[in-house]
């Protein structure tokens, strides 16, 4: 049975989580996100505490009412979404490895993606393509193996991916076998200081602009055949099962990790919602328009009682999906409606909070604007809404929607 009442643990960690965005995130958002550079001084601060690490995220996934995770995140977002993406962004590669690896390979390779507190280092999840973003089927990047030296050797072009090029251990999807679509995919670790694999473009993004975003461009990278995760055997026999049955032989492993990331990124537009939420209910009690207080006008009260029941809503599907996914696993699609859910209120009520502060939500001199752009893009990636939708509607059908 679902308990949604945290332990004492759980509220400790909040309330530190809680303390590092006060403290340390939220006074530096502002200038990071006119920088557009990725926060180093900050994200070196969070591995000195602990919270940016292997082990903190080795915690919080151990823990199996599954909330640690989406109730650390939320904090951490209500500080900032870009700082924040900048100390979430190597658990997607983590993520990666841990889905698709074997424990020996998480073993040697998560931890790289995160260094020490004395020297970070950083993560990459490559899956996205110039021609294939929501459809993760059709990626062009090969990955063909040189049997003599025991080698894979990697092409291709990545886009958009957090952390591109300047993170030390990029995890690389790539098509094995095309014409077996996403069955036929595995997942790669491109070691440190690996020859072929260089950054292409920044990208420069409306929000989360602390946060990392490039092309990686892979040119004959070669790598030892250990890193591919999961091994060669394992691949073998998925693809064998594949070509037999046409289709069926396991997962795809893109699919696999986003499948198990939703929630969280569910808490992180969770966190900016609130954040912008909490904000605008006391600016409505300040400021005085026609000789009363603004909150004192109906539009503007239900706008807020709307935000409040919208952002509970979001958390109570945030969790439950959490929880089931250590619990017996989604039946209908929960982990998607969770994000979906989070990512929509979060648009929404960052618009409202600009209406609620009027002229001054729209300059850049409050964080309600920045908010807004930065609730964005939880709308778009690791599935945009419709994507989500089409998930949600396959899983309560059992039919193949198109
Ligand atoms: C800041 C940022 C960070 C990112 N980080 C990463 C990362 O670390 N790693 C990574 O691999 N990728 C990353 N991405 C990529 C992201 O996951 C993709 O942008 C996203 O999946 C959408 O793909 P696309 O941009 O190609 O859009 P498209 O797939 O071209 O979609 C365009 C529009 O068409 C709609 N659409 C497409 N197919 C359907 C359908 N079947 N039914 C209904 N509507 C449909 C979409 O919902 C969307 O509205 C990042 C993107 C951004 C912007």
Partial sequence: M??????????????????????????????????????????????????????????????????????????????????GMAIMGSGLAAAGISGNGTPEQVMEWVPQCYGSDGDVKLGAFCVSEPDAGSDVSSLRT??????????????????????????????????????????????????????????????????????HTAEVVLDDVRVPGRCLLGGKEKLDAKLARSHEAGHGGGGQPAMKTFEGTRPTVGAQALGIARAAYEFALAYAKERKAFGRAIIMNQSIAFKLANMAVEIDAARLLIWRAAWLAHNGGYKNGEGSMSKYKASEVAVRVTEDAIQILGGYGYTREYPVERWHRDAKIHTIFEGTSEIQQLVIARAISGLRIE
Avoid at 172 to 178: E, I, L
């Fill in 2 to 83: 679902a308990d949604f009442l945290l332990t004492e643990e759980q509220t400790q960690l909040k309330d530190w989580v809680h303390g590092f965005a006060v403290d340390v995130v939220r006074p530096a958002a502002h200038e990071w996100d006119e920088r557009e550079e990725f926060p180093w001084p900050i994200v070196q601060e969070a591995a000195k505490i602990g919270l940016y690490g292997w082990e903190f995220l080795a915690n919080a996934m151990g823990d199996k009412s599954g909330l640690t995770l989406p109730v650390a995140v939320e904090e951490l977002f209500w500080g900032d979404a870009g700082i």
């Fill in 142 to 211: 090969r990955a063909e193996y040189d049997e003599a030296a025991d080698e894979w050797v990697l092409n291709g072009t990545k886009a958009w991916i957090t952390n591109g090029g300047i993170a030390n251990v990029h995890v690389v999807v790539a098509a094995v076998d095309p014409t077996l679509k996403g069955r036929g995919q595995a997942s790669f670790v491109v070691p440190p200081g690996t020859k072929g694999l260089s950054q292409g473009q920044k990208y420069l993004k409306h929000g989360i602009r602390a946060s």
